[in-house]
Structure formats: structure tokens, C-alpha cells
């Protein structure tokens, strides 16, 4: 059963708690708020400020699961958080581990500080979670895909289109990063996974990706060195550093350019484009 008055106590207390900054939004001069406003919290958590506004004021209807993981990732809850949010919105908690895609507020605070570089937070089968501004401008809004499609190993094998931004040299070695990531994450997970059955999908819909499997190759790994064809400013060449959760399986991809490089003012021209390009 729903706590609606613990519910909002907490809402509001965790909003209070959070300084734009904190969140990746500018202050402003003449801020008076402590905390966030409701109305940024909502945009955060994807929904209206009146839906937010009725739950801090012990009313509205009761949210979904989907609804309540959307708060908690808007405010940056802890796992901890996370769970007694669910608890006091009246629902059982997700699983944790490998299957979560609660990305944590360290992570978070990372991605929020890195508005002028590419860069995604990503599941253990290639989901991306959240991307940078200037990541949704070179890559797309990866976060739109739904389905087994979400999997970038997926795409590379059955949408034609997700190889075009990728150097046409690179692709043989990629099929390999891709087919060998999944192997591991098959054996990690176990038969019964989300692996496994994206695997078996993979095997019904892709000859390529039949032939990469046979090979039982383990460990192959991407160059440091990430070429992108982008269709308006043409090829870049960012390394590319990760940073890992190990507690949620989760990934942040960051792409850096040399400074002073041909690719470094590219994605400077980039960032003034902005994610339209790719439409």
C-alpha cells in the first residue's frame, strides 16, 4: 500500500537536498530556491510538473514501477534510495546486480559535467542508459531503441544503417568485439539470461554473426582508437576511456579528440550542430 505522506516527505526532502549543479543545470543569478524547483525535477524524471507537484502533496494516483524508477534516477537516488522509494510508492523493489539499469549518482555526476564531450553510460550488453548532449550529436539518440534493437551487438549484426557511422575498415574487427563481448557475458550470466536470448536471436537472424560465434573467440577488444563517419562533419578519431560500476554492471564511455587535431575541431563544429544532424 501506498505511504503517500512518507512519500512526499521524502520527495521533498530529497529535492531540497539537490543543487542544480548537482544535477547538471545552470543556477541562475537571482536563485532563491533551496534546492530544486518541482518544475526541474520533473523535467528530470520525464513527466509534468502537476503529476510531481500531486505526489509531493500526498496526491494523484498511485505511480507505476516505471514512474518510480524515472524519480529515482531524476534525483540521483542511491540504490538504497531507490528501494525504500519503491517501498513507500507501494511496490516491490527491481532486482539489483546485473540486471539493473539504475545508473548510479556518482556516475551520473560524472555525465552531467560533460557537456562538451561525447560520452554514454552503458549496460554490460552494449544498452546505452544516458548519453552527453554532444553524444546524442554524434551517434543519435541511442537511448530510443526498444526491444533486443536497445543491444548495439544486436544492431551491428541486423541493422545495416547502425554500420555507416563507423569506419568501413574497422568493421570486420567490431563483428569480432561484438560476437566475443556476448560469448562472455553469455558464460558470466548463465543459459537462462538476457544474453543467452539475445544470442539465440542473433544466431536465427544473422549468417555473420553465426560465423563469429563459431569461432568461440574471447576477449577480443575494440582499438583505443574510434573511427566515426559522421554524415556532416565527416571522419573523426576520438580514444575512447571507460570508466566501470562494477556493482551495476554499467559502463561510461567517454571520446576525446587530441587538442589541436583535425578531429578536435570537428567536434567543436559538432557541438554547434548539435544532435539535429543526424535526423
Known amino acids: ?35 530544486l524547483r518541482r518544475e526541474e525535477v520533473a523535467a528530470l524524471c520525464h513527466m509534468s510538473t502537476d503529476y510531481y507537484a500531486r505526489l509531493e ?21 542511491s540504490l538504497d534510495e531507490r528501494d525504500h522509494l519503491f517501498r513507500l510508492a507501494g511496490s516491490s523493489p527491481p532486482a539489483r546486480g546485473a540486471t539493473s539499469e ?17 560520452a554514454e553510460i552503458v549496460t554490460e550488453l552494449g544498452e546505452t542508459l544516458r548519453q552527453s548532449p554532444l553524444g546524442v550529436a554524434l551517434t543519435g539518440d541511442l537511448t ?13 549484426f541486423t541493422d545495416p544503417a547502425t554500420r555507416r557511422l563507423y569506419a568501413p575498415e574497422d568493421h570486420p574487427l567490431l563483428s569480432r568485439v561484438f560476437a566475443s563481448g556476448l560469448r562472455g557475458v553469455v558464460t558470466l ?20 554473426f553465426r560465423r563469429a560465434w563459431d569461432e568461440h573467440e574471447i576477449g577480443v ?12 562533419v565527416g571522419r573523426l578519431e576520438l580514444h575512447c576511456q571507460t570508466l566501470h560500476d562494477p556493482e551495476q554492471s554499467h ?4 571520446y576525446t579528440a587530441v587538442p589541436g587535431s583535425e578531429s578536435h575541431d570537428k567536434l567543436r563544429l559538432l557541438s554547434v550542430i548539435g544532435a539535429p544532424a543526424l535526423r
Open 144 to 156: 530510443a531503441h526498444t526491444g533486443p534493437a536497445r543491444s548495439i551487438g544486436y544492431r551491428w
Open 251 to 254: 559502463a561510461l564511455l567517454v
Open 189 to 208: 550470466r548463465g543459459p537462462g539470461s538476457r544474453a543467452a536470448h539475445l544470442a539465440h536471436l542473433l544466431l536465427e537472424r544473422s549468417a555473420e
Open 57 to 77: 502533496r500526498e496526491r494523484g494516483p498511485q505511480p507505476s514501477a516505471q514512474m518510480i524508477a524515472s524519480i529515482a534516477q531524476g534525483l540521483h537516488l
Open 1 to 35: 500500500m501506498i505511504d503517500r505522506a512518507g512519500l512526499a516527505e521524502f520527495l521533498r526532502s530529497r529535492r531540497e537536498s539537490l543543487q542544480p549543479e548537482d544535477v547538471g543545470l545552470p543556477r541562475g543569478p537571482r536563485r532563491r530556491t533551496s534546492g
Open 102 to 118: 539504475h545508473v548510479s549518482p556518482g556516475m551520473l555526476r560524472i555525465l552531467d559535467r560533460l557537456d562538451d564531450t561525447p
Open 221 to 232: 577488444r575494440p582499438a583505443g582508437l574510434k573511427r566515426f563517419d559522421h554524415p556532416e
